[in-house]
């Protein structure tokens, strides 16, 4: 259908809508059932059980197979058996893992999805687009994604930018009216809107007539984008970690294998070993465990309503030295509040904030009721009437929500403060005409009249323009005459409401003569009374202040970048502890006369950036950048998009902000708050350092694992572990202890460590000198245990293997304690993650099993151990971390702890 072709009437009729209250919520339910949801179709997912055996294909495991295989043809089926079970534990885990990090990113997926705002049974509200379905009306405006296929009905120097479906780059201005022609082009359908194109201005409301694949991109099949690829940059290092990994372990495998050989052990037990041992070298568990640990830890972003939609940035965030933070809504409430009152040379502070309904009339130090004061009643209840706005009450519980202006919501709370509502006013006095503000006039004006027939103007606008229009002044009570002294107070006094930040409104009124018309603004806007002024401040949000402290101590600057005045801008970054002593505050006009390398080496020192547009914010990132620092830059609008994109982490406001903002950030605050930034950088700094925690884990336990063969072998010792236990070892040591330091809490002092170097290789900060210590001492305890009871017992060699298979697990264990602190094991309460604690009890207690439940200890080839052995095996295992832990302890009291938290030990 030409739906281009039809008038707004047949458009109406072929949906069954109706322009003026939209669809029902039954008729929206039957759609929705009828054709689905609003949603292009995905491609084919891989099937569950084709997921689980493709955890099978790894190289290593394949090896791993293949011996068991071999094992099997030579007899050694329990070996076998044992192996094979094993490996398809390993699977199963892998494939859980798998499906919850799935299950994470298409929530995200889901979080950070479009919405619309559409007109269900007579009233507007905002939807998933998802859920839209054909006859919906929608309401689309500047920087918004068209959710469907729409045909308009009304526009306002409406403009689309439909370069993915037409080519054409220039933003095609969009009509109403029916349009003649058989077959246009989409790029001539100028009175439709199609799914996926951006508004870039202007505003228009339409009937959804496509919804899904039934829309024009829909139809374009290499339009549809398959799911996002999320591999990070720390992943990408893993990969190619892992590549090294397995040739060094290859390489060690070789050798141990060529050695035991070389002193007499049995060829077939030394190669099974040696595949066994390169299997439990290798952490073939690591990408996946990175996967969940970034998958998990972004969960609990978005519980801080911080919704991470590029996984990348979670690595970036804890690189990031600056914040350029917006202030409307970001550091502030986005809730104008008056705070001050003036007339006839009086000032009323008015307590309160926000869109509460709370407050009190403070003068000359006293509470003063409204009511039992005529100027200021004046003052308050013409602000109420000269006014567009409207609080509403959703919760019951007069803490109002704001439609309309936020400078003329707070002029109905200081109203509503005294009692007055424009409901209640309304009851005396009629509107019968309105002059709309207008940018030119810079004011407002309504006509009203009152029940005895009386008719006067009320105005309220820019107190300098205002002030000019009046010819009297309300001064002790009384109308006088405006004289030269009453402009001098007038002027002082917005002069004073001016230096505290304050926007002030002036309001003003004009008495009618019997049958006098105004036919104009101009004639209405003349020979005004002046009443007074009402000075109004957006407050800062109560939690951002020592949000900005902690980003301070964490070695990140916060910049304020604004587009209001200097004043305002100055007095709130002054409130926050934003802009230092001598901290500098740039306006907008003097950025545009700044070059490049100008503002480069001036912007260390810029703290404030006032009355700036959209476009300067670029030229700000790139500045920054050039000098080094990692930036996280916020925005909403559709001009804020190619800042946001050039930062290194772009931050969109999740309420206030457009499609086209969300679609360039890698991170959307859902709350629009400061604090959600810090938060979010908390989080993203210890994700990062609980991967390190894990690697630090597995491969100093893998290490060791291979140290105590090779040592036996160097040694010329029997075999201390069987291949069987160094497979056991590696699925209880590697698995759930590894994923519950994923999870761990951040330390302490995770916010007041400088941010780390965005080129910051995996094993700095002294990590590969700990993986290699903590394995070097776990391979020789466990050595050194078996040696120990090979000499008390020459003909026990199962229960000497028992002690050194004991030893080797419970020195891994507890070593997984020590990996939770840079510094050691004594920093941190080892109950605090209770995740772990369950993990390594779970692990004992597997080890246990397959010690003491008799029908396992052939398979496992172990043997009960005695009180004395326990003690040996205890005592061993918690050498490697507790000697270095205390040497670490006795290193930071010799320094007094100095400046940097890592040591190399």
Same mark, same amino acid.
């Given at each position: 259908?030409?739906?281009?072709?039809?008038?707004?009437?047949?458009?109406?009729?072929?949906?069954?809508?109706?322009?003026?209250?939209?669809?029902?919520?039954?008729?929206?339910?039957?759609?929705?059932?009828?054709?689905?949801?609003?949603?292009?179709?995905?491609?084919?997912?891989?099937?569950?059980?084709?997921?689980?055996?493709?955890?099978?294909?790894?190289?290593?495991?394949?090896?791993?197979?293949?011996?068991?295989?071999?094992?099997?043809?030579?007899?050694?089926?329990?070996?076998?058996?044992?192996?094979?079970?094993?490996?398809?534990?390993?699977?199963?885990?892998?494939?859980?893992?798998?499906?919850?990090?799935?299950?994470?990113?298409?929530?995200?997926?889901?979080?950070?999805?479009?919405?619309?705002?559409?007109?269900?049974?007579?009233?507007? @509200?905002?939807?998933?687009?998802?859920?839209? %379905?054909?006859?919906? !009306?929608?309401?689309?405006?500047?920087?918004?994604?068209?959710?469907?296929?729409?045909?308009?009905?009304?526009?306002?120097? &409406?403009?689309?930018?439909?370069?993915?479906?037409?080519?054409?780059?220039?933003?095609?201005?969009?009509?109403?009216?029916?349009?003649?022609?058989?077959?246009?082009?989409?790029?001539?359908?100028?009175?439709?809107?199609?799914?996926?194109?951006?508004?870039?201005?202007?505003?228009?409301?339409?009937?959804?007539?496509?919804?899904?694949?039934?829309?024009?991109?829909?139809?374009?099949?290499?339009?549809? @984008?398959?799911?996002?690829? &999320?591999?990070?940059?720390?992943?990408?290092?893993?990969?190619?970690?892992?590549?090294?990994?397995?040739?060094?372990?290859?390489?060690?495998?070789?050798?141990?294998?060529?050695?035991?050989?070389?002193?007499?052990?049995?060829?077939?037990?030394?190669?099974?070993?040696?595949?066994?041992?390169?299997?439990?070298?290798?952490?073939?568990?690591?990408?996946?465990? %990175?996967?969940?640990?970034?998958?998990?830890?972004?969960?609990?972003?978005?519980?801080?309503?911080?919704?991470?939609?590029?996984?990348?940035?979670?690595?970036?965030?804890?690189?990031?030295?600056?914040?350029?933070?917006?202030?409307?809504?970001?550091?502030? @409430?986005?809730?104008?509040?008056?705070?001050?009152?003036?007339?006839?040379?009086?000032?009323?502070?008015?307590?309160?904030?926000?869109?509460?309904?709370?407050?009190?009339?403070?003068?000359?130090?006293?509470? !003063?009721?409204?009511?039992?004061?005529?100027?200021?009643? @004046?003052?308050?209840?013409?602000?109420?009437?000269?006014?567009?706005?409207?609080?509403?009450?959703?919760?019951?519980?007069?803490?109002?929500?704001?439609?309309?202006?936020?400078?003329?919501?707070?002029?109905?709370?200081?109203?509503?403060?005294?009692?007055?509502?424009?409901?209640?006013? &309304?009851?005396?006095?009629?509107?019968?005409?309105?002059?709309?503000?207008?940018?030119?006039?810079?004011?407002?004006?309504?006509?009203?009249?009152?029940?005895?027939?009386?008719?006067?103007?009320?105005?309220?606008?820019?107190?300098?323009?205002?002030?000019?229009?009046?010819?009297?002044?309300?001064?002790?009570?009384?109308?006088?005459?405006?004289?030269?002294?009453?402009?001098?107070?007038?002027?002082?006094?917005?002069?004073?409401?001016?230096?505290?930040?304050?926007?002030?409104?002036?309001?003003?009124?004009?008495?009618?003569?019997?049958?006098?018309?105004?036919?104009?603004?101009?004639?209405?806007?003349?020979?005004?009374?002046?009443?007074?002024?009402?000075?109004?401040?957006?407050?800062?949000?109560?939690?951002?202040?020592?949000?900005?402290?902690?980003?301070?101590?964490?070695?990140?600057?916060?910049?304020?970048?604004?587009?209001?005045?200097?004043?305002?801008?100055?007095?709130?970054?002054?409130?926050?502890?934003?802009?230092?002593?001598?901290?500098?505050?740039?306006?907008?006009?003097?950025?545009?006369?700044?070059?490049?390398?100008?503002?480069?080496?001036?912007?260390?020192?810029?703290?404030?950036?006032?009355?700036?547009?959209?476009?300067?914010?670029?030229?700000?990132?790139?500045?920054?950048?050039?000098?080094?620092?990692?930036?996280?830059?916020?925005?909403?609008? !559709?001009?804020?998009?190619?800042?946001?994109?050039?930062?290194?982490?772009?931050?969109?406001?999740?309420?206030?902000?457009?499609?086209?903002?969300?679609?360039?950030?890698?991170?959307?605050?859902?709350?629009?708050?400061?604090?959600?930034?810090?938060?979010?950088?908390?989080?993203?700094?210890?994700?990062?350092?609980?991967?390190?925690?894990?690697?630090?884990?597995?491969?100093?336990?893998?290490?060791?694992?291979?140290?105590?063969?090779?040592?036996?072998?160097?040694?010329?010792?029997?075999?201390?572990?069987?291949?069987?236990?160094?497979?056991?070892?590696?699925?209880?040591?590697?698995?759930?202890?590894?994923?519950?330091?994923?999870?761990?809490?951040?330390?302490?002092?995770?916010?007041?460590?400088?941010?780390?170097?965005?080129?910051?290789?995996?094993?700095?900060?002294?990590?590969?000198?700990?993986?290699?210590?903590?394995?070097?001492?776990?391979?020789?305890?466990?050595?050194?245990?078996?040696?120990?009871?090979?000499?008390?017992?020459?003909?026990?060699?199962?229960?000497?293997?028992?002690?050194?298979?004991?030893?080797?697990?419970?020195?891994? &264990?507890?070593?997984?304690?020590?990996?939770?602190?840079?510094?050691?094991?004594?920093?941190?309460?080892?109950?605090?993650?209770?995740?772990?604690?369950?993990?390594?009890?779970?692990?004992?207690?597997?080890?246990?099993?397959?010690?003491?439940?008799?029908?396992?200890?052939?398979?496992?080839?172990?043997?009960?151990?005695?009180?004395?052995?326990?003690?040996?095996?205890?005592?061993?295992?918690?050498?490697?971390?507790?000697?270095?832990?205390?040497?670490?302890?006795?290193?930071?009291?010799?320094?007094?702890?100095?400046?940097?938290?890592?040591?190399?030990?």
């Amino acid at each position: 259908m030409n739906w281009y072709e039809l008038s707004h009437e047949e458009v109406e009729k072929q949906t069954n809508s109706n322009i003026n209250r939209g669809l029902t919520k039954e008729a929206y339910e039957k759609r929705l059932q009828q054709d689905g949801y609003n949603q292009l179709r995905e491609g084919k997912k891989t099937p569950a059980f084709l997921m689980f055996f493709s955890q099978f294909k790894d190289f290593m495991v394949l090896v791993l197979l293949a011996a068991t295989v071999l094992s099997a043809m030579l007899g050694e089926f329990l070996d076998a058996t044992a192996i094979i079970i094993i490996v398809i534990i390993n699977g199963v885990l892998g494939f859980i893992q798998e499906i919850k990090a799935e299950k994470s990113l298409a929530a995200l997926r889901e979080l950070s999805a479009p919405t619309a705002n559409i007109l269900r049974d007579g009233s507007w @509200q905002s939807v998933s687009a998802k859920d839209i %379905v054909v006859g919906d !009306v929608i309401k689309v405006s500047s920087g918004d994604r068209v959710s469907a296929d729409l045909r308009f009905f009304s526009t306002k120097g &409406l403009y689309i930018e439909e370069s993915a479906l037409t080519g054409e780059s220039v933003p095609v201005q969009k009509m109403s009216a029916a349009i003649n022609g058989k077959d246009l082009p989409l790029g001539d359908q100028e009175n439709m809107a199609f799914m996926g194109t951006m508004v870039t201005q202007g505003s228009g409301i339409g009937i959804v007539t496509g919804t899904g694949m039934n829309t024009e991109m829909g139809k374009i099949a290499h339009l549809i @984008q398959s799911a996002e690829t &999320l591999l990070t940059p720390l992943q990408l290092r893993l990969e190619q970690l892992g590549k090294i990994l397995i040739i060094i372990s290859l390489a060690l495998t070789v050798l141990v294998v060529g050695a035991g050989v070389y002193e007499g052990h049995d060829p077939y037990k030394m190669i099974l070993s040696g595949v066994s041992l390169a299997v439990a070298a290798i952490p073939e568990g690591l990408p996946a465990i %990175v996967t969940i640990a970034l998958a998990l830890g972004v969960q609990k972003m978005i519980r801080r309503r911080a919704i991470v939609r590029k996984l990348p940035s979670v690595e970036t965030l804890g690189c990031t030295t600056v914040i350029c933070s917006d202030k409307t809504g970001t550091l502030t @409430q986005n809730k104008m509040t008056v705070t001050h009152l003036w007339s006839g040379g009086n000032t009323w502070h008015v307590t309160g904030s926000g869109y509460k309904a709370e407050g009190e009339f403070i003068k000359d130090n006293k509470e !003063v009721k409204a009511e039992n004061d005529q100027t200021l009643y @004046q003052l308050l209840s013409y602000a109420v009437l000269c006014n567009n706005a409207e609080l509403i009450d959703e919760k019951g519980k007069d803490e109002y929500t704001l439609n309309g202006d936020p400078t003329e919501g707070a002029l109905l709370v200081s109203g509503l403060k005294a009692g007055i509502t424009k409901e209640s006013l &309304l009851k005396e006095v009629d509107i019968i005409d309105e002059f709309p503000f207008d940018s030119t006039r810079k004011m407002m004006s309504v006509v009203v009249k009152t029940k005895t027939g009386e008719k006067f103007v009320v105005t309220k606008g820019a107190p300098d323009v205002l002030l000019n229009k009046c010819d009297f002044i309300l001064w002790d009570k009384q109308r006088q005459l405006i004289k030269n002294k009453h402009t001098e107070k007038v002027k002082e006094a917005i002069t004073t409401l001016g230096n505290q930040a304050l926007r002030t409104m002036a309001i003003a009124y004009k008495p009618i003569k019997g049958t006098q018309e105004l036919s104009n603004a101009g004639q209405a806007e003349s020979r005004l009374t002046f009443i007074g002024l009402q000075g109004m401040i957006d407050p800062p949000r109560p939690e951002v202040r020592e949000s900005i402290r902690d980003c301070q101590k964490a070695g990140i600057k916060t910049i304020m970048i604004t587009g209001d005045h200097a004043i305002t801008a100055s007095a709130i970054a002054r409130q926050l502890n934003i802009l230092p002593h001598n901290g500098e505050v740039v306006e907008g006009s003097a950025l545009s006369k700044m070059t490049e390398d100008e503002l480069v080496s001036k912007a260390e020192n810029i703290y404030v950036y006032a009355r700036v547009s959209p476009e300067h914010k670029l030229k700000i990132v790139k500045a920054l950048q050039k000098r080094g620092h990692v930036v996280a830059m916020t925005g909403d609008g !559709v001009n804020d998009a190619p800042a946001i994109k050039s930062a290194n982490i772009g931050i969109a406001m999740g309420n206030t902000g457009t499609d086209v903002a969300k679609e360039a950030s890698s991170l959307v605050l859902s709350d629009d708050n400061f604090s959600t930034i810090r938060a979010a950088i908390e989080e993203g700094r210890n994700i990062y350092e609980n991967i390190r925690k894990f690697i630090r884990y597995l491969l100093a336990s893998n290490t060791g694992e291979i140290l105590v063969m090779l040592f036996a072998m160097m040694l010329s010792l029997p075999l201390p572990l069987l291949p069987i236990q160094i497979l056991w070892v590696n699925l209880v040591t590697d698995g759930l202890p590894a994923m519950a330091l994923g999870v761990d809490q951040a330390e302490d002092d995770v916010m007041t460590r400088k941010p780390r170097k965005s080129d910051e290789g995996v094993f700095s900060r002294g990590l590969g000198w700990k993986i290699i210590s903590r394995g070097f001492l776990i391979g020789l305890v466990t050595i050194g245990a078996f040696w120990i009871a090979l000499k008390q017992n020459p003909d026990q060699l199962v229960q000497a293997q028992t002690i050194a298979f004991s030893t080797l697990v419970m020195a891994q &264990l507890i070593h997984v304690f020590d990996c939770r602190s840079e510094r050691s094991v004594l920093h941190r309460n080892p109950f605090e993650n209770i995740y772990l604690v369950l993990a390594v009890l779970s692990s004992i207690l597997l080890l246990l099993v397959v010690m003491y439940i008799p029908v396992l200890q052939p398979v496992f080839h172990t043997v009960p151990l005695t009180l004395r052995d326990w003690l040996l095996v205890i005592g061993m295992s918690a050498i490697p971390t507790f000697s270095l832990s205390g040497f670490q302890v006795f290193k930071d009291k010799k320094k007094s702890w100095g400046a940097s938290p890592y040591s190399k030990i």
